[in-house]
């Protein structure tokens, strides 16, 4: 995770390097990606993932003003800047549009594909500089995605400490599944509503974490 963090950042600086610092200023910040991409590029052919973020750009930049930027700068990672910010309702509300372009299918040769994606903001900030804001925004972005997906979030500083934590839970859990004892099964009886007869069992896993005790399966399932 860190490591794809990483690579998108210089990709998406060497690309604005081509711009001066000034044709930024009070602009806000998108990182979009989309959701479970690794899973859907399974099942395109050559050509066709290029064919599906051709239209998915053509349909962002319908929903952005004529004067704001839009870049591919991963294999399914895309930047917006918002020049001329003018309020965070504005943005709320570009958000809104840009998740909105998901919702009919994309064609791609014969059939339909339906995609989801996440959207890290970050508003204009005078004391940082690009690569700050950047980094802002690509943190809400990892935050988004961890906790589901599908949707926006805008950065605050408590999310660096979310992140951290999330990424701390995959670290542990990583080292869970080489440990006979902290990932254990548990077998609860399935009934019949009618007679209250028992018909099978059904198996739970559960992760018995050795500090925090039994986790709760939302967040872990989110992580996944």
Sequence with gaps: ??????????????WLQEFGAKDFANSAILFMDVDHFRQLSMSLVTGEAEELFRQ????IRQEV????????????????????????????????????TAHEPFKIRSYPILIRFSIGVA??????GLEALLRRAQIALQ????????GFRFYTPLLENDLARQNTIIGELAAALEDDEQIVVHYQPLVTREGLSVVGREALIRWQHPSAGRLCRKPIVNLG
Excluded: T, W
């Excluded at 995770?1 to 060497?14: C, G, I, T």
């Excluded at 930047?79 to 909105?100: G, P, T, W, Y």
């Excluded at 508003?123 to 940082?128: M, Q, T, W």
């Excluded at 935050?143 to 599908?150: F, H, I, P, S």
């Design 1 to 14: 995770m860190l490591a794809q963090m990483d690579y998108e950042m210089e990709a998406s600086l060497d």
């Design 56 to 59: 998915l750009i053509a349909r």
């Design 65 to 100: 003003r004529h004067d704001d930027v839009v870049k591919q700068v991963g294999r399914d990672s895309f930047v917006v800047i918002q020049r001329n910010f003018h309020s965070k309702d504005a943005l709320f509300d570009m958000c809104l549009r840009l998740l909105r």
């Design 123 to 128: 508003a204009p900030d005078a004391s940082l």
């Design 143 to 150: 935050v988004q995605k961890n906790a589901g997906g599908a």
